[in-house]
């Protein structure tokens, strides 16, 4: 034998399994138990995403759910376009008698027996998806239960569209939604 061959360290073959550290043959997914920290912290993590999903309801007393009022059938380029059930009322009415498109629009509502927190327009096309056109509406300084807003509609390639006006008004006792509908050119 050379003296190369002495001095050099015979190595042994090994199979992988003989060189895994000690975490790879234990890990995860290898059949180990879980330790009570890490159920802990599973279980911490399950009850936060509860808490999280119920708490809003729980912060709402009161609510009773969603109220659809029956959608309008009149023209709210007219004064008097209301709908309601009983007591309950909403009225809607434009600014203009001639609806265009790319145009400063306000809309004026007045809810009666409705003492709303939030009062949200949602416009949407009737027949095309024109898309997201939302109006947040503000309360009138001196005129209780009138809420105003001011959006621009979106031009429609066919010449005139009807717009659906979804009214969303957030009550302390529930969500009440109507809708009214008009054309613009």
Known sequence: MSTQQQNKPQQNPATPADTATDTEKTGPGRGTARSPRQWLLTGAGIAALAVAIWLPGILTPGLQGDVTLPAADCDV???GCNTGNGQQRIAMQLDTQRVRAATPLTFELKLDA???SQVMIDLQGRDMYMGINQVQMSPVEGKPGVWRG????????TGEMVWQAKVVADTEQARVTTQFEFKAK
């Open 77 to 79: 380029t007219q004064p």
């Open 114 to 116: 409705l003492p709303a």
């Open 150 to 157: 001011t959006t621009e509609l979106a031009v429609c390639t």
